[in-house]
């Protein structure tokens, strides 16, 4: 195909987000509408992002999708709900807008190629980075300017909530066709600049179940988490957006870490149960509580999703001592300089007392590594035609 014949090619990035009071459960698995609102924090694109390309084309003979290199199978009925919904809302406008100035687009196909600047491997939730990152950068390509939390949570649900910077709520709504369930930012990027987060990276048995079948089977037969999502959320969503508002850390940290808990005692009490966490993962938890204990104070808090990696929330002021901490706890098999990653953090020695306060038999290696990153913005668009991930003839261009 001849270059100049892509009727428009566009380059979007998408950060990660991790909620602190958590989505577990649907209402609509159709429409991925969940029984309980949730709240999170956008994690910097700098460490973690999506970037996707999509281009249109009236050369294109068929919508195709490529992941990290690899084409996936256009079929799957999430990425198919995501096209769908792009291309309603597309035609909504064209018909109720200046249909006749927009180009003759909507019946082209589409190419996508996507990548994470993060290892798969690490077993970090990508499909919340990576849905956001497509119904970011198709709304530009379709010249869609509605709210895009409906397309991003066809997608995976929690990846409504990558769509915004700052701290980010998800109403749960209440409609049956979703359309006041929806994202919305709560405060911004520069809210609370002395946030910090760490992502513990722990070694991980591949096999674990999904977060949509396992939420599935929870919902069929935990109490505890009909109970959860009737009557803990709502106060807890209330109280934990003040606690924001007010940058109250300790209050922030404490609900952060009850909530996680709360979501992994649902696992527990869903049949048959489902485990996330393991033996390190536990031990963090351990740390954690050990470090704010020597310090009377909580200084520090975790989180987990589905899967054993720890999400650390702490202040400027103690992420040196806490770093310290994890790396006496969990020492470096190899490549102890490359142990932490992403913002720098200036390494400082642990005082004897607090070593003893955290009364931990030293785990080698049981941390993989750490990445270190702060509260970021929402999706960008990239002007760079340099930075396309599809070449002039629709493909996906060899990795540089
Ligand atoms: C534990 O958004 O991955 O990370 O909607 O089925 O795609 P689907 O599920 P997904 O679930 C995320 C669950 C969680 C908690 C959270 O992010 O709120």
Redesign the pocket.
Known sequence: MASGRLLATVTCTAPVNI?VI???G?RDEEL?LPINS?L?VTLHQDQLKTTTTAAISKDFTEDRVWLNGREEDVGQPRLQACLREIRRLARKRRSTVDGDSLPLSLSYKVHVASVNNFPTAAGL?S??AGYACLAYTLARVYGVEDDLSEVARRG????CRSLYGGFVEWQMGEQADGKDSIARQVAPELHWPQLRILVLVVSAEKKLTG??VG?QTSVETSPLLKFRAESVVPARMREMLSCIQARDFQGFAELTMKDSNQ?HATCLDTFPPISYLNDISRKIMQLVHHFNTYHRQTKVAYTF??GPNAVIFTLEDTVAEFVAAVRHSFPPETNGDKFLKGLQVTPVLLSEELKAALATEPTPGGVQYIIATQVGPGPQILDDPHVHLLGPDGLPKPAA
């Open positions: 909620a958590k989505y577990w649907k991925i949730s999170s939730a499909s919340a995976s649900g929690s990846a977060s949509t939420m979501f999703d589905a």
